[in-house]
C-alpha cells in the first residue's frame, strides 16, 4: 500500500523551515500533500492561491509532494487523499504539548492515523511565519528565512 502523508498546516508564507522538514520527509513516504489549511472565516497575510503557488515553485522537481488546500477537519483529508500519516515538526516544548493534543484527538477520531514528528533542524528553531510576516510587513529583507527557489518572489501583501 502506497505510504501517503500529508503536511498540514497555514504556511503564511511557507518558510525555510517547512521546506526542510518536507525534504527530510521525502524519503520516508512515497507521497507527501502539503495541506494549507484554509478557514474562511479567518483573514490570512496571504492568500491561499498565493500561498500554493509559491509551495508549488519550491517542489516543481519533486513529483512525490504535491499541494492542496482544504478546510475543514485534518482528518477528513486525510481520508480524502488517502493518507495514513500526518507529517509535523517540532521546535520547542510548547510545539511538543500543542501538537501532543492535537496528535491524540486525531488518533481518537481516526484510529487508522499515525502523527509523525520530525525535529527541525537547529538553524530553523527560530523560524516562524508570525516572525517571517512581520519582517515583510515592516520591509524588512526575509530571503535568508524562505526558500531559495523563491528569491526572487515579490511577496506582497494582500490587502
Ligand atoms: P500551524 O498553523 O498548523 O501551526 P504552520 O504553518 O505554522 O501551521 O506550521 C506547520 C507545521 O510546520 C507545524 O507542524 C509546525 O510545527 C511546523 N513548523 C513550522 N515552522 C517550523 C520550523 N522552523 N522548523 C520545523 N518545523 C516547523
Not at 521546506?19 to 494549507?36: G, H, Q, T, Y
Not at 496571504?46 to 519550491?58: C, D, G, L, Q, T
Not at 517540532?90 to 486525531?106: C, G, K, M, P, Y
Request: proline residues 5%; aromatic residues 12%.
Amino acid at each position: 500500500m502506497e505510504r501517503v502523508a500529508i503536511f498540514p498546516g497555514s504556511f503564511d508564507p511557507f518558510t525555510v523551515g517547512h521546506e526542510s522538514i518536507v525534504k527530510r520527509a521525502i524519503p520516508l513516504f512515497d507521497k507527501i500533500v502539503i495541506m494549507i489549511g484554509f478557514n474562511s472565516n479567518k483573514r490570512s497575510f496571504f492568500s491561499v492561491e498565493k500561498r500554493a503557488e509559491w509551495i508549488n515553485e519550491v517542489f516543481k522537481n519533486e513529483p512525490k509532494v504535491t499541494v492542496e488546500w482544504h478546510e475543514g477537519l485534518t482528518v477528513d483529508f486525510c481520508k480524502k487523499v488517502n493518507a495514513r500519516y500526518i507529517l509535523r515538526g517540532l521546535r520547542t516544548s510548547a510545539d511538543f504539548e500543542f501538537e501532543r493534543a492535537i496528535a491524540q484527538v486525531n488518533k481518537m477520531m481516526h484510529p487508522q492515523i499515525e502523527s509523525v514528528f520530525l525535529l527541525t533542524s537547529p538553524e530553523h528553531t527560530p523560524v516562524t511565519s508570525t516572525i517571517v510576516r512581520d519582517i515583510i510587513y515592516h520591509g524588512g529583507d526575509a530571503s535568508m528565512f524562505l526558500p531559495t527557489a523563491l528569491k526572487n518572489t515579490v511577496f506582497k501583501i494582500d490587502e
